[in-house]
């Protein structure tokens, strides 16, 4: 039932959307909301202590904001899931770290990027016991990596990395994170037709 409604809701999404409108859409985690200082993706807590993981994305295209993603973690660290928000302020669906993953869409109103380009939109709370590890985005399992911006177009996204962003978009428990898989994005030179023309003469 609860992957027919996921994606029953991401069909919702996509009604009018198409696919890769966006290929730089990125998405990480950080232990904290202020995206104008450096990413905190490494984290050593003591044990029996809760942390916070924050599911952000960045570069988003012509539809300027977020309706919505989804994705799924692979958590190594030993702890407890105690609570994931969607902080989009609408429906959400599934479970973060349990097959299909997690669903989640904004309220009535498109959730725009901050002054940085980022839109925090969702957190998971966790109680760490005391074995280091990380917590690895994947994609969904029904839906795969996919983000749907303002004007209703659906972007895969990519996980940060060090190339692409200066830091990884995973996340590391007393432990540095993975690297992610975004390429930087290559810069496209204005040709005329003509130009093109003359390189097959």
Not at 73 to 94: C, E, I, P, S, Y
Not at 158 to 179: E, K, Q, R, T
Not at 180 to 197: L, M, Q, Y
């Amino acid at each position: 039932m609860r992957q027919l409604v996921t994606v029953l809701l991401v069909l919702l999404l996509a009604v009018t959307a198409l696919a890769d409108q966006n290929p730089q859409l990125a998405i990480f985690l950080d232990a904290d909301m202020d995206t104008g200082n450096d990413v905190v993706n490494e984290v050593c807590p003591n044990p029996n202590e809760t942390i916070m993981v924050y599911v952000c994305f960045d570069q988003f295209g012509g539809g300027g904001g977020m309706l919505g993603a989804a994705f799924k973690f692979d958590r190594t660290f030993a702890g407890f899931k105690l609570a994931q928000t969607n902080l989009l302020g609408g429906l959400d669906f599934g479970d973060v770290e349990v097959a299909p993953g997690w669903a989640i869409t904004a309220g009535a109103n498109c959730q725009f990027p901050d002054a940085n380009g980022v839109v925090v939109a969702a957190s998971v709370q966790y109680l760490y016991l005391g074995t280091p590890g990380i917590v690895q985005i994947l994609a969904h399992d029904v839906d795969g990596h996919v983000g749907a911006d303002c004007d209703n177009l659906l972007d895969d996204w990519c996980i940060a990395s060090l190339d692409s962003h200066g830091f990884a978009g995973n996340f590391g428990v007393c432990m540095p994170p993975p690297d992610g898989d975004c390429v930087p994005a290559v810069p496209v030179e204005d040709r005329s037709w003509g130009t093109i023309k003359a390189l097959y003469r």
